[in-house]
């Protein structure tokens, strides 16, 4: 079975940083596409930040890019999400997906597609004051 298990959300005041961790299972170290999205209340989902977990490639929405940072443990197949200098609208439910695959669409294009992600983690929440 694969399972993705986020942890590492929390209240923070503005300016401050996060740790993210998405505990993967059942996942290929060397092929698997990885990303987190958002989702606040009343808004869309949205795409955050995408890598493979093979070849290191990554890509970031505009809106966090220079902020945060996606990374993966490839012993552990964990991957992080670190924020910082978080803001105010930053404040979401944050959900690691993943993509059993050997390419990632979305860490190449920058273009982040729920569609794309068949698997998914039950989310952390994230609150920025």
């Known amino acids: 079975d694969v399972q993705l298990v986020e942890s590492g959300g929390g209240s923070v005041q503005a300016g401050g940083s996060l740790r993210l961790s998405c505990a993967t299972s059942g996942l290929s170290p060397s092929s698997t596409c990885m990303a987190w999205f958002r989702q606040a209340p009343g808004k869309e989902r949205e795409g955050v930040a995408a890598l493979h977990t093979g070849d290191g490639t990554t890509a970031y929405a505009a809106s966090v890019k220079g902020r945060f940072t996606i990374s993966v443990d490839n012993t552990k197949m964990t991957v992080y999400l670190q924020m910082n200098s978080l803001k105010p609208e930053d404040a979401a439910m944050y959900y690691c997906?993943?993509?059993?695959?050997?390419?990632?669409?979305?860490?190449?294009?920058?273009?982040?597609?729920?569609?794309?992600?068949?698997?998914w983690g039950q989310g952390t929440q994230v609150t920025v004051s």
């Open positions: 997906a993943a993509h059993p695959s050997g390419y990632c669409y979305a860490a190449v294009s920058g273009r982040f597609s729920e569609d794309r992600f068949p698997i």
